[in-house]
């Protein structure tokens, strides 16, 4: 029986096997700044929410990191694709590097890009997410409007404006 072989969802064309898996699954490390973004893209997609939360800079014994609400962003998206806009540093020999990325996704019938610029430092030889300021996007909904006068979408049997169109 042969394997199953999937594209890895980071975008680096290559099998997931051989790209973001081992990094996410702890067998390896990434080398670079550019290389632990792209797996925590990747994580996202697979719902790797442990992987996330543990590769970001911890202060003081925690992370900033609001686990619940990370889990929801990636099992209530789709997610379509990440592209890397730019790096600065963040190369196997340095301590600190940037990531300006952008992830396209979908989620309760809105798409939108993350458009973040991304800080990484290499803490004692691992590459951690420090922090990132977001870009402002564009959100743009998924299908129709829904008209004032139509049913409301959540089922209550309301019109739209007096339900969740207030």
């Not at 998924?142 to 339900?163: D, L, M, Q, T, V």
Request: with cysteine.
């Amino acid at each position: 029986m042969s394997k199953t072989t999937s594209i890895c969802p980071c975008g680096s064309g290559r099998e997931y096997s051989a790209c973001c898996e081992p990094i996410i699954k702890g067998t390896s490390l990434a080398a670079t700044a550019e290389e632990l973004m792209r797996a925590r893209y990747s994580a996202y997609e697979k719902h790797e929410i442990d992987f996330i939360v543990d590769t970001c800079e911890a202060v003081g014994d925690k992370t900033d990191i609001d686990r619940k609400a990370t889990q929801s962003w990636s099992e209530e998206s789709t997610w379509y694709g990440l592209k890397i806009l730019r790096t600065e540093k963040g190369g196997a020999d340095d301590t600190e590097g940037l990531v300006e990325f952008q992830a396209t996704y979908s989620r309760k019938g809105l798409r939108d890009v993350h458009h973040e610029i991304g800080l990484f430092k290499k803490i004692d030889g691992k590459w951690m997410y420090s922090n990132g300021s977001l870009k402002t996007t564009t959100i743009v909904r998924e299908g129709r409007k829904i008209g004032r006068n139509e049913p409301c979408s959540c089922g209550s049997g309301k019109k739209y404006k007096a339900c969740c169109g207030r």
